[in-house]
């Protein structure tokens, strides 16, 4: 049994542990918590936190690539060997991706992303937050979704994954708004509405998507920037052309304006929250 298969057997569960949830709370709380539920059923969409210039590239056609595809390329591409190319790229934080990953066969063949429901999600992977407004089971597609970060909440030192504990936790798509409320169901209360989004997804946590077939820009339905890098961004690229940059900035002036365009293209809102 794969992941996305042990997702699907725990259909119903965290449906099961929301109504018990509702059954013991006073009835302020129970009325909250069910807001929160139809909040992530009528907002929830995944999003993938990217650098500016993967999102140009991405905006631009090229193939989304998970950190192995990444490395082959660079390899092919360089002559280096990818191994070493995946050490650089991953830095202190390789040994633990390399064990987690070598526990199932699936973990070098998928793709992440993060429940949103509002907000730029978990910036500190990139102040371009791409949404995908698509159910992501669409097509063929298989998705999985944890109540945290697989590498961090799931990582045995012994086994690589703690599959036991994540296997419990697991669930489909269907059942996604149930995992992000038992998740917050001591939050939710205490955090007002506007800043449920924030409880969802941002920095400090986030319910990760798993899924096996790559997203594509056909599938986005807008970019989100944080508005002070959005306009840290537009202060490079337009505020002053007759302005001298520096190389890098150059670079990042132009990643911006060819994303701006790309999506522009596509009729792709990017809006800065």
Same mark, same amino acid.
């Given at each position: 049994?794969?992941?996305?298969?042990?997702?699907? !057997?725990?259909?119903?569960?965290?449906?099961?542990?929301?109504?018990?949830?509702?059954?013991?709370?006073?009835?302020?709380?129970?009325?909250?918590?069910?807001?929160?539920?139809?909040?992530?059923?009528?907002?929830? &969409?995944?999003?993938?936190?990217?650098?500016?210039?993967?999102?140009?590239?991405?905006?631009?056609?090229?193939?989304?690539?998970?950190?192995?595809?990444?490395?082959?390329?660079?390899?092919?591409?360089?002559?280096?060997?990818?191994?070493?190319?995946?050490?650089?790229?991953?830095?202190?934080?390789?040994?633990?991706?390399?064990?987690?990953?070598?526990?199932?066969?699936?973990?070098?063949?998928?793709?992440?992303?993060?429940? &949103?429901?509002?907000?730029?999600?978990?910036?500190?992977?990139?102040?371009?937050?791409?949404?995908?407004?698509?159910?992501?089971?669409?097509?063929?597609?298989?998705?999985?979704?944890?109540?945290?970060?697989?590498?961090?909440?799931?990582?045995?030192?012994?086994?690589?994954?703690?599959?036991?504990?994540?296997?419990?936790?697991?669930?489909?798509?269907?059942?996604?708004?149930?995992? !992000?409320?038992?998740?917050?169901?001591?939050?939710?209360?205490?955090?007002?509405?506007?800043?449920?989004?924030?409880?969802?997804?941002? &920095?400090?946590?986030?319910?990760?998507?798993?899924?096996?077939?790559?997203?594509?820009?056909?599938?986005?339905?807008?970019?989100?920037?944080?508005?002070?890098?959005?306009?840290?961004?537009?202060?490079?690229?337009?505020?002053?052309?007759?302005?001298?940059?520096?190389?890098?900035?150059?670079?990042?002036?132009?990643?911006?304006?060819?994303?701006?365009?790309?999506?522009?293209?596509?009729?792709?809102?990017?809006?800065?929250?």
């Amino acid at each position: 049994m794969d992941i996305f298969q042990a997702a699907r !057997a725990n259909t119903g569960r965290h449906k099961e542990q929301y109504q018990a949830a509702l059954e013991a709370a006073d009835e302020a709380t129970a009325a909250l918590l069910a807001a929160f539920v139809e909040s992530v059923l009528h907002d929830g &969409n995944l999003s993938i936190n990217m650098r500016v210039f993967v999102a140009e590239n991405f905006m631009s056609g090229s193939p989304y690539e998970n950190i192995y595809e990444f490395c082959d390329r660079m390899s092919r591409l360089s002559g280096r060997d990818a191994a070493d190319i995946i050490k650089e790229r991953l830095g202190p934080y390789c040994e633990r991706r390399l064990k987690f990953d070598a526990s199932r066969p699936e973990f070098k063949l998928v793709y992440y992303a993060a429940l &949103n429901i509002g907000g730029a999600g978990a910036t500190k992977y990139g102040e371009i937050c791409v949404v995908l407004g698509r159910c992501l089971e669409a097509d063929g597609r298989r998705a999985a979704y944890l109540r945290g970060d697989s590498l961090n909440d799931y990582f045995d030192a012994a086994a690589g994954a703690d599959m036991p504990r994540l296997l419990t936790d697991i669930c489909a798509e269907t059942d996604r708004a149930y995992l !992000a409320v038992i998740k917050h169901a001591g939050e939710i209360p205490r955090t007002e509405r506007a800043g449920w989004e924030t409880l969802v997804c941002s &920095n400090a946590s986030y319910i990760e998507a798993i899924f096996d077939v790559r997203p594509a820009k056909q599938e986005v339905s807008e970019i989100r920037v944080p508005v002070a890098s959005y306009d840290a961004l537009w202060d490079i690229a337009f505020a002053d052309f007759s302005r001298r940059l520096a190389s890098a900035e150059k670079a990042l002036a132009n990643d911006f304006i060819q994303l701006l365009d790309a999506a522009g293209t596509a009729r792709i809102q990017v809006r800065p929250v």
